[in-house]
């Protein structure tokens, strides 16, 4: 319950009701999708449970980190298709598209590592700072597992953030 004006004033300007969508999300490719497919002008309880996939190269894969204990951010995909209520991400991102929604799978982002983390300081990277680096396809991608190997083979350390049990596929990466 909100106490005061001031907290009123703030959830009624900062609160973005999402939804959660099913644990398995069905996703579509692009290039296979229709309009209809993922129609963001209904409301959140009408919009279809899945996400739209882009293959999409990157310029860049590590970011400078603002978060304390971490120097870089690394984040194989953009966009997330578990779409969480409580998720952060959507409010720092500023992406034109709903949260949930899309998820863009960095097909090179692996090389572009490779490159940076031979001439890049080497520091702590935070895998996974603003979407899930083990959602669903990356089962399929096996992005995330390819950026691991590369910052063990090269002794980086890492701190991933996720919530899903996929993350044991690459323990034998992170002993």
């Not at 229709?34 to 963001?40: M, V």
């Not at 978060?67 to 991102?93: M, R, V």
Request: aromatic share 6%.
């Amino acid at each position: 319950m909100l106490r005061n004006a001031k907290t009123a004033a703030h959830a009624r300007i900062f609160y973005k009701p999402r939804r959660n969508p099913p644990a398995q999300a069905n996703i579509v490719k692009a290039s296979e999708a229709n309009k209809t497919e993922c129609d963001l002008s209904l409301p959140a309880s009408r919009q279809l449970s899945h996400s739209v996939l882009n293959e999409v190269v990157c310029r860049t894969a590590l970011s400078d980190s603002g978060l304390e204990g971490l120097d870089y951010s690394l984040n194989p995909y953009k966009g997330c298709a578990h779409g969480c209520i409580y998720c952060y991400a959507p409010d720092i991102t500023h992406v034109e598209r709903a949260w949930g929604t899309f998820v863009d799978a960095k097909m090179n982002v692996a090389e572009v590592l490779e490159q940076e983390t031979r001439t890049k300081r080497r520091g702590v990277v935070g895998l996974g700072t603003v979407t899930d680096p083990y959602q669903s396809l990356e089962e399929k991608y096996k992005l995330t597992r390819k950026c691991l190997e590369i910052l063990a083979k090269r002794k980086w350390p890492v701190c991933i953030q996720t919530k899903s049990a996929l993350v044991l596929r690459d323990v034998d990466l992170l002993k």
